[in-house]
């Protein structure tokens, strides 16, 4: 069998797995048929590509599960033709499987190197509606603002308040919250009015920190017990050894396996 025909049986297999655990939705399932997850992890994890776990992508960071991914859109209720902001771009593949379905994508990541390389390969795939930014994603991307949804693919201590105000009325923010920075719930929130808002708990799941203005504060994002909230240390205020040492922290943190990013204890059906 060439590679590609069976990267392609491997892919069909992974959307039956994500089918099989209950999101149904064809216009999701055909989006993550179109996707090919395998350009966005390293040709070393090549044969990884559609296992459903997350996968490590560089800057201690991760790819997300698949099925997580399905959660949030389908969570989020992204419908063809809406505009989307992403908060947590990583390797670009989430965005991808959202423009797939969405006429827009914004997406915002916090380390630089991973924008760069997201933003390349979107490009070298034909991605034309994604647009990617460095910076943080917590204040959101005031001026492209509103959005119909908007998912935030990182843990942060609270719904951050400005991504709710860049919501469109009847717009949806889904993001995981939890009073460390290891454990979290899928919040979503609904925007009613123009200051009116329903907040709804839809289950328990395992994130990357959200770390910024609005989330995690730097150090409290390695360390679980912490709980303060300050403001983050930029980028400019930081040593090369500040950063090999959060990388190193942040690793180990994120390490991921496939029981770590997956929901705990949500229901088959809701
Ligand atoms: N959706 C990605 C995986 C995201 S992992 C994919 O499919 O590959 C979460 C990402 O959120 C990480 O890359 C992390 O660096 C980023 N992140 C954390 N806090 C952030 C912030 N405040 N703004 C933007 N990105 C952030």
């Given amino acids: 069998m060439s590679t590609t025909r069976r990267l392609e049986t491997e892919r069909e297999r992974m959307v ?14 055909d989006a993550f048929r179109a996707v090919p997850r395998h350009a966005f992890v390293g040709s070393d994890l090549e044969e990884f590509a559609y296992e459903d776990a997350p996968l490590p992508i560089g800057s201690g960071q991760t790819v997300s599960q698949p099925y997580m991914v399905a959660l949030m859109v389908q969570d989020a209720c992204v419908r063809p033709g809406e505009k989307v902001l992403e908060v947590g771009t990583g390797s670009g593949y989430a965005a991808a499987v959202y423009a797939e379905i969405a006429r827009d994508v914004y997406t915002i990541e916090r380390y630089a190197d991973l924008a760069d390389t997201a933003r390349t390969l979107l490009d070298r795939l034909g991605y034309d509606n994604i647009h990617v930014r460095h910076g943080d994603g917590t ?18 201590p609270q719904v951050p308040e400005s991504l709710k105000r860049q919501l469109q009325i009847g717009g949806r923010l889904v993001v995981p919250v939890g009073e460390t920075p290891r454990d979290q ?4 929130v609904t925007r009613l009015g123009e200051e009116e808002w329903r907040r709804e708990e839809l ?4 994130f990357v920190p959200l770390v910024g203005e609005e989330g995690w504060r730097e150090e409290a994002s390695t360390r679980p017990e912490a709980k303060a909230k300050a403001p983050m240390l930029t980028e400019g205020d930081e040593t090369g050894s500040d950063r090999d040492a959060r990388d190193r922290s942040v690793r180990g943190l994120t390490r991921p396996s496939p029981i770590e990013l997956m929901p705990t204890a949500r229901p088959v059906s809701r």
């Fill in 185 to 188: 719930v899928i919040v979503r």
């Fill in 16 to 29: 039956g797995l994500i089918r099989q655990r209950g999101v149904q939705e064809t216009h999701i399932l």
């Fill in 139 to 156: 204040t959101g991307w005031r001026d492209e603002a509103p959005f119909d949804a908007i998912i935030v693919a990182a843990g942060g």
């Fill in 203 to 206: 289950g328990a799941v395992r």
